[in-house]
């Protein structure tokens, strides 16, 4: 059974997770306009993942017999300078969530919930795969130094790196 304050948080966590999922949603569409049809896949393929990342709190919190919560959720940015500040966006959020993820972390440790933090595992572990993705792309894009020559590449790499993920999560 969850406590009151985990309950909180684990509905705090969906709308976070629901969240990222329009901001990159939002962010495929600012890439398709601008004609980064690469990046645009990528982050299509990355909003699904974040509502994977949603639905398994949201099942986990209905396990446990307590209730999830949909959460109504504000208009993400849709304004951009550059590919490069979509990406600077991606990865400071992130690092956002990471840190939500951690509070959690510590709650649960607090609360002696095991269950919750055997749970919480696969989102620490995802976090630093996430982290390290985008610092990846962010390091990479500042490299070519706004050559559009440069980002195309970049882009066209992410469109193969978007099936190459998908293809590994269905494995
Ligand atoms: Fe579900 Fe990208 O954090």
């Known amino acids: 059974m969850l406590s009151t304050e985990i309950l909180a ?6 709308e976070v997770e629901f969240y990222s999922s329009n901001l990159y949603l939002q962010m495929a ?30 099942t986990y919190t209905n396990d446990t017999g307590a209730q999830a919560l949909v959460p109504g959720l504000e208009q993400p940015p849709y304004e951009y300078d550059s590919l490069l500040s979509v990406f600077e966006t991606i ?3 992130e690092c956002y969530v990471t840190s939500t993820i951690n509070e959690l972390v ?19 572990a995802e976090q630093h795969e996430e982290e390290h993705l985008f610092m990846g792309i962010v390091e ?14 970049i882009d066209k790499e992410l469109a193969g790196s978007a099936v190459e993920r998908t293809a590994s999560q269905t494995k």
Not at 30 to 40: D, I, K, V
Not at 106 to 114: C, G, R, S
């Open 9 to 14: 948080k684990l509905n705090g966590q969906i």
């Open 106 to 124: 510590t709650t649960t440790t607090e609360a002696n919930d095991y269950s919750t933090l055997n749970f919480l595992q696969w989102y620490v």
């Open 140 to 153: 990479r894009m500042k490299m070519v130094d706004g050559s559009k020559i440069g980002l195309l590449m």
């Open 29 to 58: 569409s600012w890439c398709e306009a601008h004609s980064y049809t690469g990046s645009a896949k990528f982050l299509l393929e990355h909003a699904d993942e974040e509502m994977d990342h949603m639905r398994r709190i949201f």
């Open 91 to 93: 990865y400071k959020h």
